[in-house]
């Protein structure tokens, strides 16, 4: 057994686990990072110098700390399961015997249906962008891709010009921890890339045929996601969609779509890169929720 490190040790070996074995993203480790930290400000004033010294009851009072500060109940889950990585860490690496957190119940949260957009709505998007510009073939091309692939935005400011192919209509994403998977695009999507690629793309590399990326800015690099945001949001306004939207609406839209007309459970969370099928079942409630509302307006003895 080896000797347990100091806390602020513990939690750099645990983050150098996530970011080298595990291959996490960089906002995920961030995350982790500062609720790890909030604990570690918890504990000396507690009387707690050690992370060995760490007991159940302790963490029990941590999760009540939170709660007395205001934080959410999805904002305590999210601390308790960096709490629970980082104790399963140590007792796996062998610098602890017990994991105090083990017994531990998280709190319950209630899991919201995603939010999507009508068919009429993702329709008057798609036709936003006005195409006799290059900027305009561009912004066309994301927004199809976008909905084509249900991929999510840093996905689709991250893709490759190689991994396109257009003739047999997929692309190669890289998505959380590294992972590749062929998603399929329709023939919509299809021609806008192309088009873009043919037409405006060069107009954006500036005469650099060696640049990688597909989706390109003024700068000859990847559109960021905050200027594809921008972007989206611009577009929604003009065509009339007061609500809110982001990218993950999009993304959200083009599972629910698919699982309305007969998608297979499992084609989707594979085109999504869902590591676990629950996460993607949460759509066919969504499915169910939009089918029972369209009863209730339209029946006539709903």
């Not at 995920?28 to 990072?33: F, K, R």
């Not at 989706?215 to 921008?230: A, C, S, V």
């Amino acid at each position: 057994m080896a000797r347990a490190p100091d806390f602020d040790r513990a939690v750099d070996l645990f983050l150098q686990h996530l970011k080298v074995e595990r291959g996490l993203a960089a906002n995920t480790i961030e995350a982790y990072s500062r609720d790890l930290a909030r604990l570690g400000r918890f504990l000396p004033e507690n009387a707690v110098d050690r992370i060995s010294a760490v007991s159940t009851e302790m963490l029990t009072d941590y999760l009540l700390h939170l709660a007395q500060e205001g934080l959410s109940t999805r904002s305590r889950a999210r601390a308790m399961v960096a709490i629970r990585g980082l104790f399963r860490f140590l007792v796996a690496d062998r610098y602890l015997e017990m994991d105090p957190s083990e017994t531990l119940d998280s709190p319950r949260i209630g899991r919201a249906l995603p939010v999507v957009l009508g068919t009429d709505e993702v329709d008057r998007l798609l036709q936003a962008p006005d195409t006799s510009t290059p900027r305009g073939l561009r912004d066309s091309a994301m927004l199809a891709t976008l909905y084509a692939t249900g991929v999510r935005v840093s996905e689709l400011c991250n893709m490759q010009l190689r991994e396109v192919n257009l003739e047999r209509g997929y692309v190669r994403v890289t998505g959380k921890g590294n992972k590749q998977r062929l998603v399929p695009f329709g023939e919509l999507a299809g021609e806008r890339i192309g088009r873009y690629i043919e037409e405006a793309r060069p107009v954006f590399a500036k005469g650099r045929d060696n640049l990688p990326g597909l989706f390109l800015g003024n700068r000859q690099k990847p559109l960021t996601r905050q200027g594809f945001w921008k972007l989206l949001g611009k577009y929604a306004r003009g065509v009339g969609i007061a609500r809110a939207i982001s990218p993950h609406k999009l993304r959200h839209s083009f599972a629910t779509h698919l699982l309305e007309r007969g998608a297979d459970l499992r084609a989707v969370q594979a085109m999504l890169g869902h590591a676990d099928i629950t996460t993607t079942q949460i759509y066919t409630q969504v499915s169910r929720a939009r089918m029972l509302e369209v009863y209730r307006q339209h029946h006539p003895r709903a």
